[in-house]
């Protein structure tokens, strides 16, 4: 670990010219070298970094465009490098001393008058498995809070419940990323990986050098879509209802697989009896396609030996998101393509970290190794390790935006948010606005001063992927180190190190007195132990040895699980379970008043609220602002030209992008970006209805209209609203 005093270096140096560490951002976790060397322009000498690609499992040695330029944000000028504390209404610098007395001061008070559940705990898909790991131990024994959940809520939770349900765990991929070209058939049903993980795809291109059958299923036509030898475009929310109807048609077809089924499964039979009230016809013109192409899609994947399903945030975030999985997972069971090579499912990571983040107790349900808050053995033997009494656990808490709304009713009145933007990422974004300047007291760990840190009381500045050392879990399942190769700008703190100095302030500094990342590994292992997501065999020697490992993963003397469920799955009775999806439209109802429906996600330049890659000039170059794709059909309906601003409003809010005429996209369908805030935040209008099962909002489906702003002003300058064509 590089710590300040070592090898004598300033801050924002790096310990070699040359150093081997891992991108921040998408699932794949790439490795990657960058390099450093000095050049004189003008007689201005600067530092020159170059990021490349180094070998390994998951990307081959392949690095996409952000990666390649994750080092420009590590090393911006507006990284805070100083805690800010707020001051007759204004942030300013101050020393960590004063910064943590008024944290720990304001935290007992709090404690002493609201008790512990007064506040709240909001982390983050990006962080290490270590400070992951530690924020709910800290929300658990140095607040003793039940509420903390994290932005993760909002990227997996429909498929990682959903795969609990069905198999008994839920881990990203069930099988190896080496599996891809060895499927004969692979569905990618609201994913769009060529943006979102473009170092994956080879993978795809080599399997259609293979002759692998390619179906993408997503609204838009998108750079994904074009390797497709089939593209269902179906109408956002009915993504249950296609999986449904192709499901109909393997088994009226005979293309289930009746061994596997027979000895590896159960609930079949009801399924059966539901299948014979879908009506492929009706489905069709539900999804918004052709029967004939629901058809050749089912075929394509129930007639071939080896196939794999791969879903992302187009199918699960969704109000019934956790639902729809589980109808595509009805597609994997009943053609047992699950458990050997080229086959599984996989649901496709968004956050670096996703996978580890909710695995270790971040979640408002979960304890560390997939443990439940709600099991008294679980809870008995995390305390164990914890050295605390089950009875002080707190139980269960709620969902991320569940916080939120609680908020703003003031039954939380402080929130510690660390490594999340949430005034961004949340749905009903105006609400959250609201509700955080409700707050007590909110404190912002982070790099940047984001738009939620402009609202902060306190505000610690954070070490950056460059100079914190952690591991992260990669959407395989694969664990892997990324170490510390750069010494850390001016005062900023490992996340880690900051919620142990927060918890001796409380009092609790005995729980939490570790020497440093590999300290809390070594507890993380235990506490894993024997659990679902069982880390114990997983040891910083064997990471630096092998370079990541697969979990779960018991003992030191074990390899890693790669391919999950190859003899049983893990339900008490060792069978995977069939499910009756209902085929309804998940999205909300249109109306004369809002005719489109709005859907949004990511694209190739950006990473999340784009904190982080908006202060890359080489990335914010790419797409300097948001905009909004519209169809030309729709554009001249609504009058609206290509590349003018536009007002796009729900029942909840409304924001301004330009626009871009596009005839890839559905002309009942909006898409934009989910990477900007303030006046372009896409989630001012988003739907905060929450999935039943995993409290995944309904991002993907909010009923809108749109308008150009020259009319809007025309209609608030005495114009009656009237619209006038151009």
Not at 603 to 622: D, E, I, M
Not at 647 to 671: A, C, K, M, Y
């Amino acid at each position: 670990m590089c710590q300040s005093g070592e090898n004598k270096l300033e801050a924002g140096q790096f310990v070699l010219p040359v150093v081997e560490t891992q991108c921040p951002f998408c699932s794949v976790q790439c490795k990657m070298t960058v390099s450093t060397e000095t050049e004189t322009l003008a007689g201005i000498i600067r530092t020159v970094y170059k990021a490349e690609g180094k070998p390994n499992a998951a990307s081959q040695g392949r690095l996409c465009i952000k990666g390649m330029n994750a080092h420009q944000h590590a090393t911006h000028a507006e990284r805070l490098t100083q805690p800010l504390l707020r001051k007759e209404g204004k942030l300013v610098p101050v020393q960590w001393g004063e910064a943590m007395d008024a944290v720990g001061s304001s935290f007992s008070s709090l404690l002493s008058t609201q008790g512990p559940d007064g506040i709240g705990i909001y982390g983050g898909g990006s962080l290490s498995n270590e400070t992951a790991y530690l924020l709910g131990k800290f929300a658990r024994v140095a607040i003793g809070t039940r509420y903390i959940d994290y932005n993760g809520r909002f990227c997996m939770s429909a498929a990682a419940s959903a795969g609990s349900k069905v198999f008994g765990i839920d881990r990203g991929l069930t099988c190896r990323l080496a599996d891809i070209p060895l499927a004969r058939c692979i569905v990618l049903a609201g994913t769009n990986i060529a943006e979102c993980q473009p170092t994956l795809m080879p993978y795809f291109h080599q399997a259609k050098e293979n002759g692998a059958f390619v179906i993408v299923i997503d609204p838009r036509a998108t750079p994904t879509a074009a390797i497709a030898d089939l593209h269902l475009q179906i109408r956002p929310g009915t993504d249950a209802v296609l999986a449904n109807a192709m499901l109909k048609v393997i088994v009226d077809e005979g293309l289930v697989n009746e061994e596997f089924i027979r000895k590896r499964t159960n609930g079949y039979e009801q399924l059966l009896t539901h299948l014979n009230g879908v009506d492929l016809n009706e489905s069709a013109a539900l999804c918004g396609v052709e029967a004939e192409m629901i058809r050749q899609a089912a075929r394509a994947f129930g007639s071939v030996e080896t196939g794999i399903v791969f879903t992302a945030r187009g199918v699960e975030q969704q109000t019934d998101g956790h639902m729809a999985v589980r109808a595509f997972l009805n597609l994997v069971l009943a053609t047992g393509k699950i458990g050997r090579e080229g086959c599984g499912y996989g649901a496709i990571t968004g956050q670096g970290n996703g996978q580890g983040g909710r695995e270790h107790g971040q979640k408002a349900d979960q304890l560390p190794g997939y443990r439940s808050i709600e099991n008294e053995e679980d809870r008995a033997y995390v305390a164990s390790v914890w050295g605390v009494e089950p009875s002080s656990l707190p139980g269960k808490g709620v969902s991320a935006y569940e916080m939120m709304e609680l908020v703003h009713r003031r039954e939380i009145q402080a929130l510690f948010v660390m490594g999340s933007n949430p005034v961004v990422s949340n749905p009903n974004a105006r609400l959250v606005e609201e509700a955080l300047k409700k707050l007590d007291l909110l404190i912002v760990a982070d790099m940047f001063l984001t738009e939620t840190a402009r609202m902060a009381d306190v505000v610690l500045p954070v070490t950056s992927y460059l100079e914190n050392t952690g591991t992260m879990t990669n959407l395989e399942g694969r664990v892997l180190l990324r170490e510390a190769v750069r010494i850390a700008p001016g005062e900023a703190r490992d996340d880690w190190s900051i919620l142990c100095q927060i918890a001796s302030r409380l009092n609790k500094g005995g729980y939490f007195a570790y020497k440093d990342t590999e300290d809390i590994f070594e507890e993380l292992r235990l506490a894993s132990r024997g659990g679902v997501a069982d880390y114990y065999g997983i040891t910083y020697d064997r990471l630096r040895r092998e370079e990541g490992v697969y979990w779960p993963c018991p003992s030191t003397d074990e390899a890693g699980m790669d391919t999950m469920f190859r003899e049983s799955f893990a339900l008490s009775d060792r069978r995977a379970v069939f499910t009756v999806v209902e085929s309804c439209v998940a999205g909300e109802e249109i109306s004369e008043e809002y005719p489109l429906t709005l859907t949004n996600g990511r694209v190739l330049a950006h990473y999340l609220t784009g904190a982080q890659t908006r202060r890359s000039p080489s990335l914010a170059a790419r797409e300097i602002e948001n905009y909004v794709e519209i169809h030309p059909r729709t554009a001249q309906r609504w009058y609206i030209k290509d590349g003018e601003w536009v007002e796009i409003v729900s029942q909840r809010g409304s924001f301004s992008v330009r626009s871009r005429i596009r005839p890839h996209i559905r002309e009942d369908t909006l898409f934009v970006p989910m990477h900007w805030g303030g006046a372009q935040n896409v989630n001012r209008v988003t739907r905060p209805d929450l999935d039943p099962f995993c409290r995944m909002p309904g991002f993907k489906t909010a009923a809108v209209r749109i308008r150009p702003l020259r009319l809007a002003v025309s209609a608030t300058s005495g114009h009656n609203g009237e619209w006038s064509q151009f």
